[in-house]
């Protein structure tokens, strides 16, 4: 089958990672029969270079057309002094809002392979594992186009106060904690919603829809954690959360935190899920944009250095939820599984950022190469 695929590769180590991505993906059109064509799209930096704008209008209409939006990272220290409507960070709110992607789902997991590459003890991480193992998998799913980021905000009239507001309405939790539990559904069956409920209305109004939609999933077990309460759980036992429901603000620094507890923010893929009964869903699957969680690295852009599995992962969620191509997913994961096994690490994920016992630190380019060469055997 013929597939779409927006491809925005963006700033700094953006392009570097998108690259072996799509040689990814070209691996698996040839080995199971599929076609992947891309129509590369400018947003970002370069397109504030380009055109002035961060997200020109005809990237953002490509990519509705498209069947799914892959996207490397935007942003860099030349544009930090612009303001706030032209920074190249105002793409990404523009791209979600345009496609109407409100979920943002982001697994965090601990890889055994990776074990040395997190900060938490053994003891730690066993104390929360029933299997009796130090991993922990974990699913964040954060809301993505309301709340704080997209609220009224400004100035008073000397400059000197600002506001930003947190506003959300029934329907968008509604559709955010629903795609928390039918994930939950598919893993270990249980949902924590994060909030800060004690303070912020906002976050009663959460509780009360989450009491709701529970109903609808009696298999699921539903507990509630207040924000600071959740982000220092996290880190003393992060094998207790299966599926975390939270607002755009606190999903923001959560998943930041989960990803610090995998090793790198270097190997966390995201997708961001939109409802299939919208009118931009495909053969009745939601619209998706998938990009690594991490930003444009600036500090190693241009070093072939940065770790590309992080954006080969989310082209394998792409795979999964964007074409129901699962057969095709698990072998992009397990391929990249399988080149971490053999030793291959980019710098961020070597022991102490020199390679250990058993370890060969390699490139952006090779560590792609790597994988590709993993898939087609
Ligand atoms: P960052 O994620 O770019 O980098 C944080 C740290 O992680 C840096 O030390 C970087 O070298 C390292 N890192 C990130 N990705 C890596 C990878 N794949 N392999 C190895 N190391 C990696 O965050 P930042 O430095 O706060 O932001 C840099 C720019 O990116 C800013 O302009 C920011 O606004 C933007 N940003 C963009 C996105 C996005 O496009 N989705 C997300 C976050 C930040």
């Known amino acids: 089958m013929n597939y779409s695929i927006a491809l925005i590769p963006g700033d700094g180590i953006g392009p570097e990672v998108i690259a072996p991505a799509t040689g990814v993906l070209d691996t698996v059109g040839d080995r199971y029969g599929h076609v992947f064509n891309y129509i590369e799209l400018e947003a970002g930096g370069c397109a504030i270079d380009s055109t002035g704008e961060p997200l020109p209008n005809e990237t953002l209409e490509t990519a509705k057309q498209c069947d799914a939006l892959l ?3 935007v942003g860099g220290t030349q544009w930090e002094t612009l303001p706030g409507r032209l920074r190249p960070e105002r793409a990404l709110l523009g791209l979600r809002a345009g496609l109407g992607v409100f979920a943002n789902l982001r697994p965090a997991k601990l890889l055994p392979q990776l074990r040395s590459a997190c900060p938490i003890k053994d003891e730690v991480l066993l104390s929360g594992n029933r299997e009796g193992k130090p991993e922990f998998d974990l699913l964040i799913v954060r809301e993505l186009t309301g709340g704080l980021y997209f609220g009224k905000r400004g100035r008073n ?15 968008e939790i509604e559709r955010t904690l629903r795609v928390g539990y039918e994930a939950a559904e598919y893993r270990r069956k249980k949902l924590c919603l994060v909030d800060k409920a004690n303070v912020l209305e906002s976050s009663r109004l959460w509780r009360e829809a989450a ?11 539903t507990s509630f954690l207040y924000i ?4 220092m759980q996290l880190i003393r036992n992060p094998g207790q959360f299966d599926v975390i429901v939270t607002s755009n603000l606190f999903g923001d620094i959560l998943s930041d935190e989960a990803s610090a507890l995998t090793g790198s923010i270097g190997m966390l893929p995201s997708a961001s899920l939109g409802s299939p009964h919208d009118p931009l869903a495909k053969n009745g699957r939601p619209m998706g944009m998938y990009e690594p969680i991490h930003g444009s690295a600036p500090d190693i852009a241009g070093k072939d250095i940065a770790n590309p599995l992080g954006t080969i992962l989310s082209a394998a969620l792409m795979l999964r939820y964007s074409f129901g191509l699962e057969k095709e997913a698990r072998a992009v994961e397990d391929a990249a599984a399988a080149a971490l096994d053999a030793g291959l690490r980019t710098r961020d994920i070597a022991s102490r950022g020199t390679a250990g016992v058993n370890e060969n630190i390699v490139g952006t380019r090779e560590m792609g190469e790597a994988v590709i060469k993993l898939l087609e055997q």
Do not use: C
Not at 157 to 171: I, K, P, R
Not at 228 to 231: E, F, G, H, R
């Open 71 to 73: 996207l490397g990272a």
């Open 228 to 231: 600071d309460n959740a982000a």
């Open 211 to 221: 009491a709701v939609v529970a109903k609808d999933y009696p298999g699921i077990e």
């Open 157 to 171: 009239a000397d400059g000197n106060a600002a506001f930003d507001t947190e506003t959300y309405s029934w329907f």
